[in-house]
Every structure is written in C-alpha cells, then in structure tokens.
C-alpha cells in the first residue's frame, strides 16, 4: 500500500448497484495492461478496454469475452478513431463514467535531435489526444453530475530531465490542464486526478522512441553522444531498483476509483513523493544545480565539442 492509499481510506466509496463504465486507453502492454487485467477480474465495473487496430488481436488471446468487458480499438491520436469510440459506448452502455487516460509514448532524445513532426506525435499522443477524449466524455459525466478523469501523468511533468524534454513537456501540459480542469469540474461532481508514477520497475524502457539523429549520436561520438551514452544505463538502472511496478499502479488506479473525492496529485511510487516534496521545499536557485551535479558522467558530457569557460562554483 502507498501513503496516498492509507491516508484516503476513510474516504472509499461504498459499492452499490451503480456499474461505473471505464474506458482505459493503451491496454496493450504495461500499466495499460495490468488495468485491463485487474478490471477484467471485477465486473461491478463495465470495461472497455482499448489499443491501436494492430494490438486487439493480441488482447482478445488474452481476455476471453465477458458480459462487463468490451475490446475494441482506439488510436488517441486519430480523431475518427476517438469519436466512433465515444459513440459506441453511448450506444452499448449510455456513456462513460470514468476515463483513464493512460496510452503515452516517450521520445529518448535532446531538443537539437528532435524533428517537428517528432514533437507533433508526441503531444498529439500524450497530451491532444487525451484532451479530447475528456471533451468527448464531459457532456454525458456533467448531464449525470458525476464521474472521473484519470490522467496517467509521470514525475517527468514537474521535474524534467536532459534527453527527454518534449516527453517532459507533453506531461507538463496535461498536469496543467488537469490542474484547471479540477476547478472546472468540481461543481458538476467530477473527479480528476493525475496519477505520477517515477521510475517504475518494468519493460517499457523497450518502447522508448529515439529519432534519427539521437540514434546516430548515442552510436557514435559526436556533442550529444555521452549524455545519451550515460542516461540510458542510468534510466535502465534505476527503473530496475524501483519497488513500483505496472500491477501496483494499477491497483493504485483503483483505489483512486473507489476513492470520494479524491486528490488532483497522486505520487505512485517513492521517487515521486521524494522528487514532489524536494521540488517544493528546495531554494529553487540550489535545486538543478544541485540536481545537475546528480546526473551520470556529466564530467564528461559536451567535452571536446565546446570553448565553454569555468564560471563558478556550481560549473
Ligand atoms: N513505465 C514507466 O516507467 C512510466 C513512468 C511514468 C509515467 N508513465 C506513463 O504511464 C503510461 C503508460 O506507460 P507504460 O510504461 O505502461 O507504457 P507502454 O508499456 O509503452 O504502453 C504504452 C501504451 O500506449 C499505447 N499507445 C501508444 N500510442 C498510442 C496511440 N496513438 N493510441 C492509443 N494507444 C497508444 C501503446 O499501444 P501500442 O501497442 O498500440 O503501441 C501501449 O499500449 C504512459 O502515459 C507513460 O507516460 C510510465
């Protein structure tokens, strides 16, 4: 159990004959799945479960029909896409209660590395196309006077780290606009939350997109090719020692669900509570100069491709 589960306890909500109806985005790997697993064991809940055209094949060897689950494909950035899937849900179930947007790519790369077109996917995946999907299901939540945003957000939103500014950025975005939404939705009876997970112990650093130039660099010796070189095996590292996992942020999820008014900020593992609070209550001159001198090899990081002089202390 987390912090966050022992001190919102005493606010669970308790079950009645209300069947929520979920709809989770990006079911096909990760803490998508392990949402998908723990929803499909409980059918107080009415689930649909999504992913882009190619993974539904795989997710129905997984989960076997059932009356409460529904599989079907989303691609979030896909306007289309999203509209059929808000309409087929009215139709079979008069709308969604409760939206978990939790489907996200991460670009390992600096800014110099990054193409327009790279930056577009990756805010049209973590943060437009999740927008949408909370206006497409707002009207039917408002008209009902109830239900709950769930945005799977990350540590990276409120602290950012050198080779993953525009993932940085896309979770930047959706914090804010959650945060605003919060005051939005409070008089018409609706919850949203930002889940923020930090490292977390699982496979997803296999999905993590490199661009071109990012690949060429971290393959070769160039004024980029050493921070590459040291955060990947950094990252590697230290999402090995987190005690969070996918299963634990999914049950996090659900306690969330089950929670009366629940929080806007939700840390789902240790380095975010410890990241959360150094953020607050640290002089914010001393904080990333602190944080810089932290990060792996930076000794080594531009040396031989810059005339850059020693200006002080912290350099
Ligand atoms: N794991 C971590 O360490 C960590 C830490 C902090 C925050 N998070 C956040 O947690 C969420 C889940 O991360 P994860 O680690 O579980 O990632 P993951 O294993 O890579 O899974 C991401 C999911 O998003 C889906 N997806 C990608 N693009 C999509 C699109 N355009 N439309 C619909 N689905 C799409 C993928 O489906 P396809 O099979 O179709 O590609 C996949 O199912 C993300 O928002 C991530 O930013 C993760």
């Known amino acids: 159990m987390s912090l966050y589960q022992y001190i919102y306890w005493f606010k669970r909500i308790r079950p009645n004959s209300y069947q929520p109806v979920i709809l989770i985005t990006g079911c096909s790997s990760g803490i998508g799945l392990e949402l998908a697993k723990l929803f499909y064991k409980l059918p107080q809940y009415r689930t649909v479960i999504t992913a882009r055209a190619n993974s539904i094949a795989k997710l129905r060897e997984i989960f076997l029909p059932a009356d409460h689950i529904r599989i079907w494909d989303l691609d979030v950035t896909e306007k289309g896409s999203r509209s059929t899937i808000a309409n087929r849900i009215t139709d079979e179930w008069g709308g969604v209660d409760i939206l978990i947007n939790n489907a996200g790519i991460s670009y390992r790369s600096v800014i110099e590395h990054m193409t327009h077109e790279d930056e577009q996917l990756q805010m049209a995946t973590n943060y437009l196309g999740p927008m949408a999907l909370i206006r497409a299901v707002l009207p039917s939540m408002r008209g009902k006077g109830r239900g709950k945003i769930i945005n799977i957000s990350s540590v990276s939103g409120m602290l950012a780290m050198p080779t993953m500014s525009s993932y940085s950025a896309s979770k930047a975005a959706l914090e804010g606009a959650s945060e605003a939404l919060w005051y939005e939705m409070r008089p018409f009876g609706i919850d949203v939350s930002l889940i923020q997970p930090g490292f977390?112990?699982?496979?997803?650093?296999?999905?993590?997109?490199?661009?071109?130039?990012?690949?060429?660099?971290?393959?070769?010796?160039?004024?980029?090719?050493?921070?590459?070189?040291?955060?990947?095996?950094?990252?590697?590292?230290?999402?090995?020692?987190?005690?969070?996992?996918?299963?634990?942020?999914?049950?996090?999820?659900?306690?969330?669900?089950?929670?009366?008014?629940?929080?806007?900020?939700?840390?789902?593992?240790?380095?975010?509570?410890?990241?959360?609070?150094?953020?607050?209550?640290?002089?914010?001159?001393?904080?990333?100069?602190?944080?810089?001198?932290?990060?792996?090899?930076?000794?080594?990081?531009?040396?031989?491709?810059?005339?850059?002089?020693?200006?002080?202390?912290?350099?």
Request: glycine letters at 6%.
């Open 200 to 315: 977390i112990h699982s496979e997803s650093f296999k999905n993590v997109r490199y661009t071109e130039k990012a690949r060429h660099s971290e393959n070769g010796r160039d004024d980029y090719s050493a921070f590459y070189q040291n955060m990947k095996p950094f990252v590697s590292k230290v999402m090995g020692l987190s005690r969070a996992t996918p299963e634990s942020v999914a049950s996090l999820v659900l306690h969330v669900i089950q929670t009366e008014r629940p929080p806007l900020w939700v840390p789902a593992s240790l380095d975010a509570e410890f990241f959360y609070y150094l953020r607050r209550l640290m002089p914010r001159r001393l904080l990333h100069p602190l944080l810089f001198k932290f990060l792996p090899g930076v000794k080594s990081w531009g040396v031989g491709f810059t005339h850059k002089r020693k200006r002080g202390f912290w350099d």
